[in-house]
């Protein structure tokens, strides 16, 4: 019997969390109905990372084609940033995993779905959450 949620990737994913100092917790399915759709959640003192991971086998992904497949997930990250709007460094994440392009990030906002780049330029705060992948 095959896992439906592709615990390796969530594994590599933890691993390469950690190796950037994130204390990383594995999320079971139907945790919790009211927490956000995530399957790790990644802590730092910079702030808190609640991640989905999506197997994809196509082509490369874009943040459009990320708000068009995963919507279902996108709107249970928005409505859970809108019961949180003051809580600093939150940020919700959807990670896409091909075997042909690896990991690629997009940040979830309650306006926008955008990339995040593997390295970040500036040592903002929102950089130093964001970019590793």
């Known amino acids: 019997m095959t896992s439906r949620r ?3 990737i969530e594994q590599g994913a933890s691993e390469l969390l950690q190796t950037h100092g994130y204390a990383v917790r594995v999320i079971p399915c139907g ?9 790790l959640v990644a802590s730092k003192a910079g702030g808190t990372r609640f991640i989905r991971i ?7 992904v ?8 995963f919507n279902r997930d996108i709107v249970l990250f928005r409505k859970y940033l809108a019961r949180h709007p003051g809580q600093a460094g939150l940020s919700c994440e959807i990670w896409t995993y091909s075997l042909t392009h690896g990991f690629r990030s997009f940040g ?6 955008r990339e995040i780049p593997k390295f970040a330029v500036s040592q903002s705060p929102s950089s130093d959450i964001a970019g590793i992948v």
Do not use: C, M, N
């Open 62 to 69: 874009s943040a459009v084609t990320v708000e068009s497949r």
């Open 31 to 39: 945790f919790d109905k009211r927490a956000p759709p995530a399957h």
């Open 54 to 60: 999506r197997k994809i086998s196509r082509l490369p």
């Open 108 to 113: 979830v906002s309650p306006d926008a779905v």
């Open 6 to 8: 592709g615990t390796v």
